[in-house]
């Protein structure tokens, strides 16, 4: 088996960051409609210094979408929102380092469209 296969796998079995964060400034909520995948995304961010302190996920989603937010979350805290206002889907295929099918694309953005979201509903 291909070790990106392994990690991916891995992240879905035991995702990083899944649960709710207690002290949130940022929440918001997505679904794909093409797959079913749903993501709720928790953020604490510091209003000072703007950074992603603390941050958690909960939602179903397929072994794509859930890796990718566990890996998402693991690459985001402590960066700033500039930072990750400026993520893209290059950057979330070249975290999961495989080859994608474009629905799979759809599933593995998600939980990044969920974040962006969610800094955009900053309390």
Do not use: W
């Amino acid at each position: 088996m291909d070790i990106y296969r392994d990690i991916i796998l891995d992240h879905y079995k035991h995702p990083h960051h899944f649960g709710t964060v207690l002290k949130n400034n940022a929440k918001a909520t997505l679904y794909n409609t093409s797959c079913g995948d749903t993501i709720t995304m928790e953020l604490y961010i510091d209003a000072q210094s703007k950074k992603i302190v603390d941050i958690g996920f909960s939602g179903n989603g397929c072994a794509i979408s859930m890796a990718s937010a566990s890996m998402l979350t693991d690459a985001l805290i402590g960066k700033s929102i500039a930072a990750a206002k400026k993520m893209n889907t290059e950057n979330i295929i070249k975290m999961l380092g495989t080859t994608l099918t474009p629905s799979r694309v759809k599933c593995a953005v998600l939980p990044l469209e969920v974040i962006q979201k969610a800094i955009g509903n900053t309390v």
